[in-house]
């Protein structure tokens, strides 16, 4: 029987074998190498991140992030040519916080230490770091019922609007006038408290010319400059004046201090911003609108407005602040 052929086994010579081991090793040293040198240069690009240099401050990864997110350039190279401080996170934290005022923040805060943040921001925000109408600036009078008018803005001595109307003796008394919105939207507030409380609401106060303004303010001037200020607004500088304000009592209730103890008040502040009125000066918010408490002044904003101001348990001069002048 002829013989089985026996089969070659295939071998590689010496040089070919040593020649594929170092090229294999060579490929495998190649990638490695490509490998850490990414991982060199993305470190090398992520220690000149703002991320990188923030934490390296003393920040939190989440804190250095969300300074990030908000801060332009500018403030977050501030950040870093300073020392950790955890007031700039608390700062930037707040609700109502504005890019524009970071440094104002800063600074109030440094000499109020004992304020909290969140009236730190309010304060900045509505001007009154500057002391009362210590900055004026003149009123945007195209912003419609959303005019702001305080003790930084001011109405042009001229100022009166067009669709002024008087008010009906049955609502107000005498001499009393007001935007025709304002007493629309009064008079259907006061028919709904009137069904459902049995009180009748009355318009004491409403539109008051610049003179009208002054004279009054002169007469609270006689006790002092400081009383003045705290219970009146300087000529120019009234809400009065735009025809959206109205100070509100009751045929029940007619003085002040009565009106404050009522239940037509109680109910006032929780749904006059269903008609578009809000309580303009409430209590513990005088830092904010530098008026003592009225229990009687309210302001005409519209119901998107007031409805946004009551929800959030801010001033007109806070809502206006962030979301118009911002």
Known sequence: MARKKRKKRLRLKPKVARFLIYFIFFIIMGIYTINESRKIIADFK????????????????????????????????????????????????????????????????????????????????????????????????????????????????SYERTDLQNINLAYAYANNSAAEIVIKKFKQMRDDIEEEMNVHLMVNSSYRSYEDQEEIYNEFKKVSLKYADSYAARPGYSEHQTGLAIDITSLEHPTANEFKESEEYKWLKENCHKYGFVLRYPEGKEHITGYSTESWHFRYVGEEAATQIYKENITFDEYYAYYIEK
């Open 46 to 157: 992520y220690r000149e991140t703002y991320e990188y240099k923030i934490t390296e401050k003393g920040y939190k990864l989440e804190e250095a992030k969300k300074l990030i997110e908000i801060l332009p350039d500018e403030k977050l190279n501030y950040i870093l040519d300073n020392e950790y401080n955890e007031m700039y996170y608390n700062i930037v934290s707040q609700k109502y916080y504005l890019n524009k005022n970071f440094e104002k923040y800063i600074q109030y805060k440094e000499y109020h230490e004992d304020t909290s943040y969140e009236d730190v921001i309010a304060i900045v925000n509505v001007h009154a770091n500057a002391g009362w109408y210590n900055e004026s600036y003149e009123t945007n009078i195209n912003d419609g019922f959303l005019i702001i008018v305080n003790k930084f803005y001011h109405l042009d001595k």
